[in-house]
Every structure is written in structure tokens, then in C-alpha cells.
């Protein structure tokens, strides 16, 4: 793996101005992405994950959507201070992303292969012809049988796993450096997920591509992933490689997340459950988050109701906590 990132993000912060306030969606967030690299972000819906994607593709509306702080860097370029002009080069071209619903991502009145081509004939120069047989191309390293027939169907004629190839076919046809994988699964049952990750986890290899894997489900994060960022409201709560952060979780929130996984043969209401709400995005502050979630003495604050800075327990492991928590982790 390089050791110079691909993608920096540094303190990033993207809010949403609403009637009843201004939501602070992230808040804060602060990562790098290394080239052949696969980075997991996990966390609840709400936390941030997908509002973090579409601000490193600048896809994030604006109003009411805009961008408070921070940096985005893609090989050393600022991202967010990029022209228009400039950043639909690197959009779909450099950066690609696989959105979470390919029935609604991809538009029912276009065929398929009109849609690949699309992006094929923009980034790439390609006439019409070529822009078809690269298409084709793309279908079958996709996976779909027929592909000659597939490129002149439409959205509603396939299926979701099959969506979700050309989709993928879609996001790869321009040969990106990075590729965000934004839920690539959601809504398709446990073969085909396999499949599609599968076949994400071979074109990665294949590509050399850096993978920003956003989910809700641990199982694939320890299948595929290289490190880990967990988020709750906004925030990253830790950060570690996949080995380290599932035999070693510090953070309490991502400890209740393991205990959340169903193991064989345990009660359904034994799995592990957190008292409170999540805050809401309009009332944060400048306090903890968890405070309505934890006692105090399990509570990354210790009872201070103060934010905490990610601090850094060990090489490459980073916790949002109390330096006094964190000092009993290193002394057990």
C-alpha cells in the first residue's frame, strides 16, 4: 500500500440549513484513503457516512446543503475550491461512486448501455461506436451474460442484482482511481450480496483501486475491508484496521455494535441494546454526544459532558475518548 494518500480529508464539516435550524451533518471528520486500499465506514442511518461521500464527489445540494470547514484533497488538490469545470473531470472520471438504489439512480426512459456511454463519451473522447463496444466490455467484466443484448435494455428489465452490475459497469467504465461504494448492497438478498462483493473485492485487485466501503453491516466490513471508521452523529468515533478494531473495539459505541452482531444459538432479546436517543443533528452543541446514552463511568466523557478529541491509542488506532478512559485501557 502507498504511504501517500490518494484522499485527505481534514476537518471537514457539511451542514444543512432547515426551517427548525441548521443540521450539522459531519461534523469535524478527519481521514485519509490510500491508493489499493480498502477503507470500511460503518455506523447507524443518520451518522454521516453518506453525507461524507457525496462532499469528497461534491454532490452535496447546494442550499440547503453546504460545505462549513474543513479540506478535501485528491492527489494534494483542494476539491472543494476546484472549479466547476474541473471537478466534473475528476466526478465519474477519477472519483466514481456506486449509489445505494440503482432503480433509482439509473434513469428508466435510457437504456443501460446509453447510460455507460454517457460517461464513456464525456471523460473519455470515445465516438459513439467505440464508447457501445467499451460498454460491452464493461458489462461483461461486470459479470452479465448477453451483454450485447443487456446494453440496448432498459433499468425496469433487469434485475436488482443486475442493476447494481451496471451500476458498478457504470462507475468503472472511465478506469477511476477511487471508487465509493455507498450501501452497494442494500435491498438484494445474501446471494447476490456476496456476489457483488465478491466482484467488487476481484475489480479492486484487478484496477488497483482505492475502496471507500459505506455500510451498515459489520459482516462486510470484516470481509473486505482494510481499516474501519466508525461514525455516530456526525463525528468518527474510531478509527482502526479491521483486525484491531473487531478484537480490540475501545470506543463503547463501537463495543455496543459487536455485541449487536446475532450469534448461533443466542436469544434474540439477549442482543445488546442502548438506553436514549441519538441527539439530534438541529441540538448538538459543543458537548458529548453519548451522555443520553451511557452512565457516566462507561461514557467516553467520564461525566465531564465535554466533546473528546480522537486521540490516538496505539499506531494506526484512533479513539474519540477521555485521556483518563484511555489511560486505563493502556494500563489493563
Do not use: W
Not at 480498502?38 to 464527489?57: F, H, N, P, R
Not at 426512459?109 to 473519455?124: R, Y
Not at 499506531?315 to 486505563?328: E, F
Request: proline share 5%.
Amino acid at each position: 500500500m502507498s504511504k501517500k494518500p490518494i484522499i485527505e480529508v481534514k476537518n471537514l464539516k457539511t451542514y444543512f440549513k432547515t426551517d427548525a435550524g441548521v443540521a450539522h451533518a459531519v461534523e469535524d471528520v478527519s481521514f485519509d484513503v490510500y491508493p489499493g486500499e480498502t477503507l470500511g465506514i460503518v455506523g447507524e442511518s443518520g451518522c454521516g457516512k453518506s453525507v461524507t461521500a457525496l462532499s469528497i464527489m461534491r454532490l452535496v445540494a447546494q442550499p440547503p446543503g453546504y460545505y462549513a470547514g474543513g479540506e478535501i484533497l485528491f492527489n494534494g488538490e483542494s476539491i472543494l475550491d476546484m472549479p466547476k469545470n474541473k471537478i466534473q473531470k475528476i466526478r465519474g472520471n477519477k472519483i466514481s461512486m456506486i449509489f445505494q438504489e440503482p432503480m433509482t439512480s439509473l434513469n428508466p426512459v435510457f437504456t443501460c448501455g446509453d447510460q455507460i456511454m454517457e460517461s464513456i463519451i464525456l471523460h473519455q473522447k470515445l465516438s459513439e461506436k467505440e464508447a457501445k463496444e467499451k460498454a460491452i466490455e464493461m458489462l461483461k467484466l461486470v459479470g452479465i451474460p448477453s451483454p450485447e443484448r443487456r446494453v440496448e435494455e432498459y433499468p425496469h428489465q433487469l434485475s436488482g442484482g443486475m442493476r447494481q452490475r451496471v451500476m458498478i459497469a457504470m462507475a468503472l467504465s472511465c478506469n477511476p482511481s477511487v471508487l465509493i461504494a455507498d450501501e452497494p448492497t442494500t435491498a438484494l438478498d445474501v446471494t447476490i450480496q456476496a456476489q457483488i462483493l465478491e466482484l467488487i473485492e476481484k475489480l479492486q485487485k484487478e484496477m488497483g483501486l482505492a475502496v471507500m466501503m459505506i455500510t451498515h453491516d459489520l459482516g462486510v466490513i470484516a470481509e473486505i475491508c482494510d481499516r474501519v471508521i466508525v461514525m455516530y452523529a456526525g463525528q468518527i468515533q474510531e478509527i482502526a484496521t479491521v483486525h484491531e478494531l473487531f478484537n480490540n473495539p475501545l470506543h463503547p459505541y463501537t463495543q455496543a455494535l459487536m455485541e449487536s452482531i446475532p450469534k448461533i444459538n443466542q436469544e434474540v432479546d439477549k442482543l445488546k441494546t442502548l438506553p436514549g436517543m441519538v441527539p439530534s443533528l438541529l441540538e448538538l452543541g459543543d458537548g458529548c454526544r453519548f451522555c443520553n446514552r451511557f452512565n457516566d463511568d462507561e461514557c467516553p466523557c467520564a461525566g465531564t459532558k465535554e466533546n473528546q478529541e480522537l486521540i490516538e491509542f496505539k499506531k494506526g488506532h484512533y479513539v474519540r475518548c477521555n485521556k483518563k478512559i484511555l489511560k486505563k485501557q493502556v494500563n489493563k
